[in-house]
């Protein structure tokens, strides 16, 4: 039987690893996996597993893109290391409101999700908001793709202002709906402000780092403070997840920069809308 649980974590790790970059929720197919197909784990456990294996789609970042990350490179010249720097800087003002907000509903966004201790279900309701973020965001990258017109202001990550920057973080703030994407909410916002496709995207992964680390943290200290016990199994199940996030993340990132080098965002578009119906029916005739 154990087998089976690690045949639905390498699930689990795969949907994370692209989810999470694609803007099409990563929240969103976590729960509904979740609610399919059950992961037989203690529900504290998996309100735990399904935050920290985000850890493993942070690495990817972490590694993909170390030496832009790095402000201490050798090879970088102290003009480099100073826009490295700088970069950081606007990437914590970018967090801090959905860190503020986060911290403010957090309580909120767990009742409509869960039930009794902890146990994981999808309410009728919660599937509805989950679709409906789904088809909304659908549509926004829509029209926004095919009408935005002019010039973009910011062609890479390093044109990104301290105002931009936190402009795109009170998009992300939306991201605490499920079914929103935090990369979705923040690929929106980016372009809204005249962020280019290919740098909205990686201004999304390097937002993704304190604000998921962060997550990850909180998650953790409750599990321990609750004095929830890890068995040698639990143990497997999360290195498990991580690791195949880890390594699913790194091709879905490279994917998504390729693709939007030639394409738009509409294909994701089309995909959230046509998703969001299918949990519209499933939610319905369950």
């Given at each position: ?7 639905k974590t ?16 990563s ?17 504290e456990?998996w309100?735990m ?60 966004i767990?009742?409509l ?6 146990e ?22 829509i ?26 973080g ?13 990369s ?5 916002g ?5 962020v ?60 998504l ?5 030639k394409?738009?965002?509409?294909p ?13 029916i ?5």
């Amino acid at each position: 039987m154990f087998l089976v649980e690690i045949i639905k974590t390498v699930l689990i790790g795969i949907i994370q690893g692209i989810t999470e970059w694609l803007p099409i929720s990563s929240t969103g197919h976590m729960i509904l996996f979740n609610a399919l197909w059950p992961l037989d784990v203690p529900s504290e456990f998996w309100e735990m597993f399904s935050v920290v294996i985000q850890l493993g789609s942070i690495m990817a970042v972490v590694v993909l893109y170390f030496r832009k990350l790095n402000p201490f490179a050798p090879s970088k010249s102290a003009q480099e290391k100073k826009s490295t720097w700088s970069l950081w800087a606007k990437v914590l003002v970018g967090s801090v409101p959905a860190a503020v907000v986060g911290l403010l509903i957090n309580d909120f966004i767990d009742a409509l999700l869960y039930e009794g201790e902890g146990e994981l279900y999808v309410r009728t309701g919660g599937a509805l908001v989950i679709a409906a973020a789904l088809i909304v965001y659908g549509l926004a990258f829509i029209i926004i793709e095919k009408y935005k017109k002019g010039k973009n202001r910011c062609e890479t990550v390093d044109d990104i202002s301290y105002s931009t920057a936190l402009g795109i973080g009170a998009f992300q703030m939306l991201a605490l709906i499920p079914g929103t994407s935090r990369s979705g909410s923040t690929i929106i916002g980016s372009r809204l402000l005249g962020v280019s496709r290919v740098a909205a995207a990686e201004f999304s992964f390097f937002l993704a780092i304190p604000v998921m680390a962060g997550a990850s943290l909180l998650k953790v200290v409750k599990f321990l403070l609750d004095g929830i016990s890890m068995t040698g199994e639990l143990w497997a199940i999360l290195a498990i997840g991580c690791i195949v996030a880890f390594l699913v993340s790194v091709a879905a990132i490279r994917f998504l920069t390729d693709f939007l080098k030639k394409h738009t965002f509409i294909p994701f578009g089309i995909y959230r809308i046509i998703l969001g119906a299918a949990v519209i029916i499933w939610a319905i005739f369950r």
